[in-house]
């Protein structure tokens, strides 16, 4: 465990990272003692500096829960971190190459929360408090150098989180078995990945009931009204400038975005 004058720095680090788009070397690599609890002191932090500065939560993602990406990643366990409405963007979105260091995307679905999850939550009662379902494009991107990271880095990175493209939400009751959901994921008019809802734990509710149990060690909770990102369906896909994503859900309909040159 770290101290909070460390924890601090870190953030303020990361922040710095964030804003200029230049990356910094691995926090594992300085801070040998930093764990996950630390880690996420660092992410706590790092939150309340953009909330501090005007920004709102409006919802979390939950990142590496498909065995894709801990693979790509070298990691055995998901993460979460925090969506502000800065990053949550709608269909056609056109985002900046430049405010971004080594962008990768992902398909995902995207649960629009009716009702709050407590946190020990059963797999029914945290499928109960879905109302809606969406497909998205989330955008990645680590401030930490050539994506160099121990799950502690992308942890206080607040999960290597970005932008989130969601489309329009459809009824949960419309949609059917979550786990059988199928994404595919088209770069400039190619396919370049798919998936389906099984991928991310074997089902994205119990990602949520996972979500709900781990806020609930800082004392908050999953809200009415905010979106989740359950975790991508595939291993993520470099994103360069000009470049243009379609991600399309099997009755979700689809969602696109293009990246302006820097």
């Given at each position: 465990?770290?101290?909070?004058?460390?924890?601090q720095w870190l953030a303020?680090?990361?922040?710095?990272?964030?804003?200029?788009?230049?990356p910094v070397a691995p926090l594992t690599a300085r801070a040998p003692g930093l764990d996950l609890t630390g880690a996420y002191a660092v992410q706590r932090a790092l939150v309340r500096r953009w909330t501090d500065a005007g920004d709102r939560v409006v919802g979390h993602k939950v990142g590496l829960t498909s065995a894709a990406m801990q693979q790509q990643l070298g990691v055995d366990q998901p993460d979460s971190g925090v969506l502000l409405?800065?990053?949550v963007r709608t269909d056609g979105a056109i985002l900046d190459?430049?405010?971004?260091i080594a962008p990768r995307v992902?398909?995902?679905l995207a649960l629009v929360l009716g009702a709050d999850v407590p946190a020990g939550a059963t797999r029914d009662q945290a499928a109960a408090a879905i109302a809606s379902v969406a497909v998205a494009v989330e955008v990645i991107d680590s401030r930490i150098a050539d994506w160099r990271i121990a799950v502690e880095d992308t942890v206080a990175d607040n999960a290597s989180s970005a932008y989130a493209v969601v489309?329009?939400?459809?009824?949960?009751?419309?949609?059917?078995?979550l786990r059988t959901v199928g994404l595919v994921l088209h770069r400039n008019g190619d396919v370049a990945a798919t998936g389906a809802g099984a991928a991310v734990l074997g089902d994205p509710v119990l990602a949520l009931t996972w979500l709900a149990r781990r806020?609930?060690?800082?004392?908050?909770?999953?809200q009415a009204g905010q979106v989740v990102l359950p975790g991508a369906v595939h291993a993520a896909v470099p994103l360069a400038a000009?470049?243009?994503?379609?991600?399309?859900?099997?009755?979700?309909?689809?969602?696109s975005l293009r990246m302006a040159a820097a």
């Open positions: 465990m770290i101290d909070g004058a460390l924890v303020d680090e990361l922040a710095a990272a964030a804003a200029q788009a230049r409405d800065r990053m190459a430049g405010r971004l992902e398909a995902e489309g329009w939400p459809v009824p949960v009751e419309d949609v059917g078995d806020l609930a060690e800082p004392g908050k909770r999953l000009g470049d243009v994503v379609t991600a399309t859900g099997s009755g979700l309909g689809s969602v």
